[in-house]
Nanobody
């Protein structure tokens, strides 16, 4: 069982910045990969960024150079700079066990106004 505490969402203007954080509390679970996905209205959920237990990082092309993911044990952070209106979405924390099980946070809203 994995429980998440997400924070850091909010509303900013174009060009602004936000820092999202997600802490995973777990019972008998070792997490391999953590990260963030997002889902905009009427769109499918999409990858934003991931970081593995070896600190290998993956970014969506749309956020490369603007977003930075980092991790401290079972807490993952997303620094989002130069935000654009198209970054508006609900951002979901993601965790995957070494065994392959996937867990999702409850989501935090990010709204970027032009």
């Amino acid at each position: 069982q994995v429980e998440f505490v997400e924070s850091g969402g909010g509303s900013v203007q174009t060009g602004g910045s936000l820092r999202l954080s997600c802490s995973a509390s777990l019972t008998g679970v070792t997490i391999h990969t953590m990260g963030w996905y997002r889902q905009a209205p009427d769109k499918q959920r999409e990858l934003v960024a991931l970081v593995s237990s070896a600190r290998q990082k993956t970014y969506a092309e749309s956020v490369k150079g603007r977003f930075t993911i980092s991790r401290d044990r079972n807490t993952v952070y997303l620094r989002a700079d130069s935000l654009k209106p198209e970054d508006t979405a609900v951002y979901y924390c993601y965790a995957r066990r070494f065994a392959g099980d996937i867990y999702w946070g409850q989501g935090t809203q990010v709204t970027v106004s032009s």
